[in-house]
């Protein structure tokens, strides 16, 4: 028997590699979608009032502020071509869609290196020091992938307030804010009352497990930027469904606070069973996915991965991620059963 037989045979495959929500797609998107599946006949509404009212509740925004597109990447597409910035500064270990599209909107792109010897912790007054007036766009993800680490509130307004009299426009992408401990009190969202060149990017792809519905939204308030979205964009760009859905989607209370639980338990359970490992190095995540660096020289990322890969544990690799190579890896917290066949089966290689 080989061992893709192996694999597939005895163990279900777990994508540890996704960060997305361990309880699944909402039993409210289900209902939603099985509800209302007639309407896929008709237009979307160009308003999307109802959809806009359950985002500014959910957010803590106003209407008017809200940008929707489809999907994150969407979205920075979006913001690429309407700052066409000639120079953009990126932290890096970081995803690697932000460097993709700046390029591609023909951007110059220069990084500023989270120092590991810092845990890959943000020091704001030496990233302020490395800003400057060449720079039209500075992105930040908070929380960070793949670090998990958080930048608070306060920090961010400290990095708007550079910008600002640098005229630079900051992006702070908060794909995976949700899952953090106290997420009221680290969003930027009410940054935007006082910063018109700040945006916070959010999707529900993660904490929702939605992926498939395709729907992200930003959240900025800037009078001039919004109109030229709103003349430049199609009207009725989220499709009836997604919309639909979203509404009993941002209302659904219960799962966001089940979902939180999970994670915060799950986070300091796998936490706590890996940290006594002197063959592994944890960076303590805030997010609902950590980062690990194998510190055995004659062990890689590809050989921890595939021995996992044999019991259906698909880990993401790093070696493709700026300022991370081929000793880390990063996996996220799913459900306890399948958490703790991840940490024994890391545990047994490392």
């Known amino acids: 028997m080989n061992s893709n037989t192996l694999r597939i045979e005895q163990y279900e495959t777990v994508l540890y590699d996704a960060n997305l929500n361990p309880l699944g797609i909402p039993v409210s998107v289900k209902q939603s979608i099985a509800n209302n599946i007639g309407s896929i006949i008709k237009y979307p509404d160009i308003y999307y009032t109802n959809l806009k009212t359950a985002i500014a509740d959910y957010a803590g925004t106003s209407l008017e502020r809200i940008i929707m597109g489809n999907g994150s990447p969407d979205l920075l597409r979006l913001f690429a071509a309407l700052l066409a910035p000639k120079k953009s500064m990126i932290l890096v270990p970081s995803s690697s869609e932000y460097e993709k599209v700046m390029i591609a909107y023909g951007s110059e792109v220069v990084f500023y290196d989270l120092d590991e010897e810092k845990e890959f912790e943000l020091d704001v007054e030496d990233l302020i020091s490395k800003l400057d007036s060449s720079l039209d766009l500075l992105i930040i993800g908070n929380p960070n992938n793949p670090t998990s680490k958080i ?11 550079a910008c600002k009299a640098l005229d630079i426009f900051l992006l702070v992408d908060e794909m995976y804010i949700e899952f953090t401990d106290d997420y009221e009190e680290i969003t930027a969202v009410p940054l935007t009352d006082e910063y018109q060149n700040l945006a916070i990017l959010r999707s529900v792809s993660k904490f929702f497990a939605v992926p498939g519905l395709r729907f992200a939204y930003a959240i ?20 009836t ?12 209370t219960k799962y966001f606070e089940d979902s939180r639980s999970v994670v915060h338990t799950e986070r300091s359970l796998v936490y706590l069973a890996m940290s006594p490992c002197r063959t592994i190095k944890l960076y303590k995540p805030y997010a609902n996915f950590m980062l690990m660096k ?13 021995h996992c890969s ?33 940490v024994n089966t890391i545990l047994e290689v490392v």
């Open 151 to 161: 930048i608070t509130r306060e920090d961010v307004a400290v990095i708007a307030e």
């Open 294 to 306: 194998l510190l055995n020289e004659d062990l890689t990322s590809s050989q921890v991965a595939e």
């Open 220 to 239: 900025m308030n800037n009078e001039d930027l919004s109109q030229i979205i709103d003349l430049t964009t199609t009207k009725n760009n989220i499709a």
């Open 310 to 342: 044999l019991r259906g544990i698909m880990l993401r690799r790093c070696d493709n991620i700026r300022g991370l190579g081929n000793k880390y890896l990063r996996f996220c917290f799913m459900n306890p059963k399948q958490n703790d066949l991840m």
């Open 241 to 252: 469904l997604s919309a639909i859905a979203g509404i009993d989607m941002f209302k659904d």
